[in-house]
C-alpha cells in the first residue's frame, strides 16, 4: 500500500499548484514515477483539501494490493473521484457545459443529502423518496436522478462495489419517468 505525497509545486508561468505523486510497477515490473495537478494553491488553500481530491485516486492506485482492507468509499468521495477522472478540461467528450452542470448538481443537490453516507449504505427505496419529496419540477428531480446515476455508473465502472445499488437506482428510473409524464 501506498499513500503517496501531495506537495505544492512553483510553476515558471502560472499559479502554483498542488501536486499528487506516487510510484506504481510498470510493465517491465520497473518502478514508474507518476504525478498529477490536483489544482491550483488557490482553489485547494490547505494540505487538508489537497489531501481530501486524493481520496480516489489513492483507492484506484491500491485497488490490487492485498494489505489493503477494503475500506467504504463515502458518495462525496466517489463525486471527487467522478470530477478528477471525468469532468477535466483535456476531457473532449464532453462539452464545457455538460461538465458545469454535471459538476453543479452534485454540489448543489446530492452531496449535502448523501455525501457522508457510505455507498454501501444507500438505499434505492431512500433515493426514490428524496426525490419524490424535493420541492422541484419533476424535470429538475430526473436530472438530479440522471447525474447521481452517471456517478454510480463511474463507481461501477472503477470497482466501487455498486453494481447492485446502481441496478436499484436505474429501477428509479421508471418511476420518475411516469412523474415527469403527468
Avoid at 502560472?14 to 515490473?29: S, T
Avoid at 471527487?80 to 477522472?85: G, L, N
Avoid at 455507498?119 to 426525490?131: F, G, H, K, M
Wanted: aromatic fraction near 6%; glycine fraction near 6%.
Amino acid at each position: 500500500m501506498q499513500d503517496g505525497s501531495v506537495t505544492v509545486e512553483r510553476r515558471k508561468r502560472g499559479p502554483d499548484v498542488w501536486c499528487f505523486r506516487w510510484r506504481e510497477a510498470g510493465p517491465d515490473g520497473r518502478r514508474v514515477h507518476r504525478r498529477i495537478v490536483l489544482g491550483t494553491a488557490e482553489e485547494l488553500k490547505s494540505l487538508a483539501s489537497a489531501r481530501k481530491m486524493v481520496v480516489g485516486v489513492r483507492r484506484e492506485i491500491n485497488v490490487n494490493d492485498v494489505r489493503i482492507r477494503k475500506e467504504s468509499i463515502t458518495l462525496d468521495d466517489l463525486s471527487r473521484h467522478y470530477q478528477q477522472r471525468e469532468l477535466v478540461d483535456r476531457n473532449p467528450r464532453i462539452s464545457y457545459s455538460t461538465k458545469r452542470i454535471y459538476a453543479g448538481y452534485p454540489k448543489k443537490w446530492i452531496e449535502p443529502r448523501w455525501g457522508t453516507y457510505a455507498l454501501s449504505e444507500i438505499r434505492a427505496v431512500e433515493v426514490e423518496l428524496w426525490l419524490k419529496n424535493l420541492d422541484l419540477a419533476a424535470g429538475s428531480r430526473c436530472k438530479i436522478r440522471n447525474v447521481m446515476s452517471l456517478l454510480f455508473n463511474h463507481g461501477r465502472r472503477h470497482d466501487h462495489k455498486l453494481r447492485r445499488l446502481t441496478q436499484r437506482l436505474l429501477n428509479i428510473d421508471h418511476e420518475l419517468d411516469h412523474l415527469a409524464s403527468k
